[in-house]
Each structure stands twice: as C-alpha cells, then as structure tokens.
C-alpha cells in the first residue's frame, strides 16, 4: 500500500520553531484524515494534530494549542506541521499518518498509511 513521506525534522534550542511536511507520492488526499503522531524517548506513541482534507476541520492535543499549527496545501497535495515555541516536551520521532475517512480520530490504530518519522529534538 501507499506510504507517506514525512520529513522537515531537526535540532532546535528551547523556543526555537520547525515545521514538518507530509507528502502522499501516487495518492491524491481528498477524503482523507491526516494527522501527526509522536512518541517520545520511553514514552507511548501520542496524538498531536489532524486535519480533515475537504474541510480542513483541525484537532490538536492540549499540550500544544497555541504553538501548533496544522495546514494543507491542496495545489501540492502536501500537509504541514508548524511547530513553534518548542519545548523539550516536544522531543520525539514524529510521524505523519493517513486514513482514507473523512472521520479523524486520536488513536494511532485507526491509521492506514505512515511515514517512518522524522527526528525532533529540543535542547534545554
């Protein structure tokens, strides 16, 4: 099956920004949920943000309201993350998933197409 491609990790000091892509190589998004998970150092893996592609109806985890934001761009088929105000709670792989479902949800089993995670790391 069609995986996704995600990418746009790095090292960043406290404060600092990123912002990760998520491309679908051969799969147009339309009906699709897409939505970033992360797993920490001895931590479970964790919802972060989603995005509905046709209405482009948004979720985010509490932690990181206010310094997240999730977005698409329909001409490049492509979904972001930008990450600002990084802490080092933030540390993980991070790793965009998509379901073809208009319906988003928080757990990471109901994902059918993954990337293989890019690294964020926060210093300090």
């Known amino acids: 099956q069609v995986q996704l491609v995600d990418s746009g990790g790095g090292l960043v000091q406290t404060g600092g920004s990123l912002r990760l892509s998520c491309a679908a190589p051969?799969?147009?998004?339309?009906?699709?949920?897409i939505a970033w998970f992360r797993q920490g150092p001895g931590k479970v893996r964790e919802f972060v943000a989603a995005?509905?592609?046709?209405?482009?109806?948004?979720f985010y985890r509490d932690s990181v309201k206010g310094r997240f934001t999730i977005s698409r761009d329909t001409a490049k088929n492509m979904v972001y993350v930008q990450m600002d105000s990084l802490e080092p709670e933030d540390r993980a792989v991070y790793y965009c998933?998509?379901?073809?479902?208009?319906?988003?949800?928080?757990?990471?089993?109901?994902?059918?197409?993954w990337g293989e995670g890019t690294q964020v790391t926060v210093s300090s």
């Open positions: 995005l509905t592609w046709t209405v482009g109806l948004v």
């Open positions: 998933a998509g379901r073809s479902s208009v319906v988003v949800f928080r757990t990471d089993t109901e994902y059918q197409y």
């Open positions: 051969g799969r147009h998004l339309r009906d699709h949920a």
